[in-house]
């Protein structure tokens, strides 16, 4: 199996910063695309950043210039630096990584349990 660990999460002011960090463990082969969701209260998980293997990263329209993805392929992390942060912002957060674990033809899709960032105004 494929491990996430997600930590960072908690309790902030607009305005201010959070880093989420998420670490995969296990018998991994190799890992592909990892992105982080979220899911505010009585509303729909949304895909907030992507990264791919090769580094390039796209945005949510509504964190773009707020928010900073970035991976070390060495660790098996992906981070999400979250700046400005916005009341609009408080949701729980998932990391999601695409891995292909150590004897597997196919790759698969592996989610972390979730972080709660909740931002005050």
């Known amino acids: 199996q494929v491990q996430l660990v997600e930590s960072g999460g908690g309790l902030v002011q607009t305005g201010g910063s959070l880093r989420l960090s998420c670490a995969a463990s296990g018998s991994i082969a190799s890992i592909g695309t990892m992105a982080w969701h979220r899911r505010a209260p009585e509303k729909q998980r949304e895909l907030v950043a992507v990264i791919t293997s090769g580094g390039s990263t796209t945005y949510a329209d509504s964190v773009k210039g707020r928010f900073t993805i970035s991976r070390d392929n060495a660790k098996n992390t992906v981070a999400l630096e979250m700046n400005s942060l916005k009341p609009e912002d408080t949701a729980v957060y998932y990391c999601?990584?695409?891995?292909?674990?150590?004897?597997?033809?196919?790759?698969?899709?592996?989610w972390g349990q979730g972080t709660q960032v909740t931002v005050s105004s």
């Open positions: 999601k990584v695409n891995a292909r674990r150590s004897g597997d033809i196919y790759s698969y899709d592996y």
